[in-house]
C-alpha cells in the first residue's frame, strides 16, 4: 500500500526537480520577444490555476457539513484566498489594461507573494488537522478573516505601492529582497512536502501524498522564479509551468479525495448492502413517505414475483390492489411513523398462504425528517408448525407423565438449584409454591435410612462411573406418612474434566407396588393360621445361622416343638378349638422368646424355635424346658373353658459339621421321638454325631436331668 501511496506523487516530484536541476543552469532567454507575446500564456497558466483553486474552495464549502470535512474545508477558504490573488495577479500582470493603477512586473509580483504566502500557510497547516467537521461559527470567521486579509493586501498593494519594498527593477530584473522572499516561499513549500509526506504515508491517505507533490512542485517553482531577468524569459515560464504541475496535483489530490474516493468508496458500500440484504432469506424492502417502493431484495422479489424494477416506484394498492397495504395501518399513514411488528398472512406466488413476522422500520434524514421504512419479513409459517408440534408433543408427554404418576427433577449441579414439575410436588401431596426449587428441599423429604443407599448409587454415578442411577427410597408426604419412590436419572452435562454439571430424573410413586412386594414376601414367608414365620423362612434362617456357626465358632440351639395329642383335641372339641389352641401356644411362646430368636409353625402342630447365641446345650435344654413349663401351666380358653395341653420338645445344637438344616431336624426329630416315647411333655436333647458313636445305654438323657 505504501508503495501505491507514495510511487505516482514522488515520481511526479523527483521528475521535476531532475527537470529544475537542468533548467536552472540555462541561460535567462527569453521565450518570447517582448512580454505582450507571452501574455497569453501567461493568462491560460493563471486562469487554469485559478480555476483549480475556485473549485478546491466550492468543494470545501459543499462539503462542510459533512463528517470529516475540517481538512477541507481549510483548503477550500485558503484557496478562496490564493485563487483571489492569483486573479488579482492575472489582472496586474505586464501588458495588461490598467486596473485601478497600471499594471506592471512589480504590482503582479506583489499579488504574486500574497497568494503564494496563502498557499504556503494552507499547506503548512494542512497536516496539523484533524479531521473533524467544523462548526458555522469557525467556518464564518475564518472566512471572513482570509477574504479581510486579502482585501488589505490589495488595498496595500494598488493604493499603497510606495509602502512596499522593491521587488522588481525594470530593465535589471528582480530584486534580491524578491530573490530572499522567493527562497524563504520555496523551504516552507518543502517543509510543507515534508509534512504533508509523513502524514499521507501514517494516516494512508494518498490525496495527502499528491498535496506533497504540489508544495514540493511550488518549491521548484519559486526557485525558477528566483533566476528570472525577465517576465517572458524561459525561467519565468518554467515557474509557471511548475505552478500549472502543482494545480493539477492539488486536484487530483482533492478531488480524488473529497469526490471521487468517497464516490467509490460509496458505491463499494452499495454494493455490499445490495449483496447483504440479497443473501438473507428475509423479506427487505424499501419505501419512500408515499409508500412507493424504493427497491427491494432478491428474496422479496422471489416471493411476490415480481422483479426489483417492476416495483420501483409503485405502491402496494398499486401493485396488490386496494386493501394490500402493509404499514401504517393505524394512522392510515403510507409508511410507519414508529416501529411496527406484526405477523401477518401473505399469499405466494404458488397459491399457499404464508405466515410472515414483519417489522416496518422508519429512516430518516439527518435533520430527522421522515424519508420512509424499511420492511423486514420473516417467514414463521414452518417455525409456527415447528412450534405447534412441541407444544403438541409437549402435551402428549405431559399426559404420558400424569398417566404414569411421573415426577419430573432438573438439577443444575454447580448451583445446587433443583427445579421439580408440579406433578413431582403433587406425589408428595405439595404444591410447587411450597416447595424451594432447591436440592435441599429434596434432601429434607428423603427417609434418613434410606440416605445410604442414595448415595451408594448417585455418588457413582456422578462420577461418571455408572450410566445412569436409579435408586428405591422413601419420602416425606405432606400428611407425615412416607411415599415410596423409584428415582431414575442420569447426567445430562459434565464439564471437560467430566465433572457432572447437571442431571435430570423422574420420580414415580411405588408406595402400591411396595406394599404389594411386602404382602407377597409376608405370604411367601409366614403361616396364615399363627402369623408365624413359614417352614420355607425358618429354612432359611436355620442355615444362615449354621453359616455364623461355621465362621465364627458360635453356638445355636434348634428346638423342635410338638403338641401332645393334638389329634384327641381336634377330635373331643373339633379343628376349630384345635386351631385355637394352635394360636393360643403361637402367641404364648412369641411373647417368652428374644428377640434374635426365630419362631416357626414348621407343620401340622409341629413347631420349630431357633436360638442363636446360646451359651451351650444345657443352656437350650433350659430354655426347652422354660418354655414346655410354661405350655403346661397356662391352659387355652375354649368354649370359655381351660384347654390344658402339654408339648414334647427335642432339642439339638447347630454343629459346624452339619451339612445343612436338615441334619439338624433330623437329629432334633430323633430327640423329639424319644421325647414322645419316653411320656411326653417333656425336653430331650438330641445326641451329637460323636454320641451316635457310642452305645445309646451309655448316654444318660439329658431330659432326665431337665425340670418338669
Ligand atoms: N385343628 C388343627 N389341627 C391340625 C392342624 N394341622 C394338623 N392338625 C392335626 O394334628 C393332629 C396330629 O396328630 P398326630 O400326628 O396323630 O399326633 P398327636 O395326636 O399330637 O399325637 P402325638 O404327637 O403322638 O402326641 C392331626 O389330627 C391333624 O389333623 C391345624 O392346622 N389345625
Not at 274 to 295: E, H, N, Q, W
Request: negative net charge.
Amino acid at each position: 500500500m505504501l508503495q501505491a501511496l507514495k510511487l505516482a506523487p514522488a515520481r511526479w516530484a523527483l521528475f521535476l526537480s531532475v527537470l529544475f536541476a537542468f533548467g536552472s543552469v540555462l541561460p535567462a532567454w527569453q521565450v518570447f520577444s517582448a512580454p505582450d507575446h507571452y501574455l497569453a500564456l501567461h493568462t491560460a497558466l493563471e486562469v487554469f490555476s485559478i480555476t483549480v483553486s475556485a473549485m478546491v474552495f466550492g468543494l470545501g464549502w459543499s462539503l462542510r457539513r459533512t463528517p470529516q470535512s475540517g481538512p477541507f474545508v481549510w483548503l477550500g477558504i485558503i484557496f478562496l484566498a490564493v485563487g483571489l490573488s492569483d486573479f488579482l495577479h492575472v489582472l496586474s500582470y505586464a501588458g495588461m489594461p490598467v486596473f485601478i493603477t497600471p499594471s506592471g512586473a512589480e504590482k503582479a509580483i506583489n499579488f504574486w507573494l500574497v497568494a503564494r504566502s496563502f498557499a504556503v500557510l494552507g499547506l503548512l497547516v494542512l497536516p496539523f488537522l484533524g479531521c473533524t467537521r467544523w462548526s458555522v461559527t469557525r467556518l464564518r470567521l475564518s472566512l471572513l478573516a482570509v477574504l479581510a486579509a486579502v482585501t488589505l493586501m490589495a488595498w496595500v498593494i494598488l493604493f499603497q505601492p510606495h509602502a512596499l519594498p522593491q521587488t522588481f527593477v525594470p530593465g535589471q530584473g528582480i530584486t534580491a529582497l524578491k530573490i530572499r522572499i522567493e527562497y524563504v516561499l520555496a523551504a516552507a513549500y518543502a517543509v510543507a512536502a515534508l509534512l504533508l509526506f509523513a502524514r499521507g504515508v501514517r494516516d494512508g491517505v494518498r490525496a495527502l501524498t499528491w498535496l506533497a507533490a504540489a508544495a514540493w512542485t511550488m518549491a521548484l517553482a519559486e526557485l525558477y522564479f528566483t533566476l528570472y531577468v525577465d517576465v517572458s524569459d524561459v525561467f519565468n515560464v518554467l515557474g509557471h509551468g511548475n505552478k500549472l504541475a502543482a494545480s493539477v496535483m492539488i486536484y487530483k489530490a482533492v478531488f480524488s479525495a473529497g469526490v471521487r474516493e468517497p464516490h467509490a468508496a460509496l458505491a463499494q458500500e452499495r454494493a455490499l448492502l445490495r449483496a447483504m440484504i440479497d443473501s438473507v432469506p428475509d423479506l427487505i424492502a424499501f419505501k419512500d413517505t408515499r409508500g412507493a417502493y424504493l427497491g427491494c431484495n432478491k428474496a422479496f422479489s422471489r416471493c411476490y414475483d415480481l422483479s426489483e424494477e417492476s416495483l420501483i416506484g409503485h405502491t402496494d394498492t398499486e401493485l396488490f390492489g386496494p386493501g394490500m397495504q402493509q404499514s401504517g395501518e393505524a394512522g392510515g399513514a403510507a409508511v410507519a411513523r414508529k416501529p411496527e411488528r406484526h405477523e401477518e398472512w401473505i399469499e405466494g406466488p404458488d397459491g399457499n398462504m404464508r405466515l410472515f413476522d414483519t417489522l416496518h422500520i422508519p429512516f430518516h434524514d439527518e435533520a430527522g425528517a421522515l424519508l420512509g421504512e424499511i420492511g423486514i419479513s420473516r417467514d414463521f409459517t414452518e417455525r409456527r408448525r415447528v412450534r405447534e408440534q412441541i407444544a403438541e408433543r409437549e402435551q402428549r408427554l405431559l399426559m404420558a407423565l400424569q398417566g404414569a404418576s411421573l415426577g419430573i427433577w432438573d438439577w443444575d449441579i454447580g448451583t445446587g438449584r433443583m427445579s421439580f414439575s408440579p406433578l413431582w410436588a403433587e406425589m408428595l401431596g405439595r404444591t410447587l409454591d411450597e416447595v424451594a426449587q432447591d436440592v435441599s428441599s429434596w434432601e429434607a423429604l428423603v427417609h434418613p435410612e434410606d440416605w445410604g443407599h442414595i448415595q451408594a448409587t448417585l455418588g457413582p454415578h456422578l462420577r461418571g462411573e455408572t450410566k445412569s442411577y436409579t435408586a428405591e427410597y422413601r419420602m416425606r408426604h405432606s400428611d407425615g406418612h412416607w411415599v415410596w419412590v423409584q428415582d431414575a436419572g442420569r447426567v445430562l452435562e459434565r464439564d471437560e474434566e467430566g465433572k457432572a454439571l447437571r442431571a435430570i430424573g423422574l420420580h414415580q410413586d411405588i408406595s402400591s407396588r411396595k406394599a404389594m412386594e411386602e404382602s407377597l414376601l409376608q405370604l411367601a414367608t409366614s403361616d396364615p393360621l399363627t402369623g408365624l414365620w413359614n417352614r420355607r423362612y425358618f429354612t432359611e434362617m436355620a442355615n444362615g445361622e449354621l453359616g455364623r456357626v461355621r465362621r465364627h465358632g458360635s453356638n445355636a440351639g434348634f428346638l423342635l416343638i410338638d403338641l401332645d395329642h393334638f389329634k384327641r383335641v381336634n377330635d373331643t372339641w373339633g379343628h376349630a378349638a384345635g386351631d385355637e389352641v394352635l394360636r393360643h401356644f403361637s402367641g404364648l411362646v412369641s411373647g417368652h422368646l428374644r428377640e434374635v430368636d426365630v419362631f416357626a409353625r414348621l407343620g401340622g402342630e409341629e413347631f420349630g424355635v431357633l436360638l442363636p447365641c446360646i451359651d451351650d446345650a444345657a443352656g437350650a435344654l433350659r430354655a426347652a424346658e422354660r418354655l414346655r413349663d410354661l405350655i403346661a401351666s397356662n391352659p387355652a380358653i375354649v368354649s370359655n373353658a381351660p384347654l390344658p395341653f402339654s408339648v414334647s420338645i427335642g432339642v439339638a445344637m447347630l454343629d459346624a459339621e452339619d451339612s445343612g438344616f436338615d441334619v439338624i431336624f433330623t437329629r432334633a426329630d430323633e430327640a423329639l421321638y424319644e421325647a414322645k416315647r419316653s411320656g411326653r411333655n417333656r425336653a430331650v436333647l438330641a445326641r451329637t454325631e460323636k454320641d451316635r458313636g457310642c452305645a445309646p445305654e451309655d448316654v444318660q438323657p439329658l431330659s432326665e436331668m431337665a425340670p418338669r
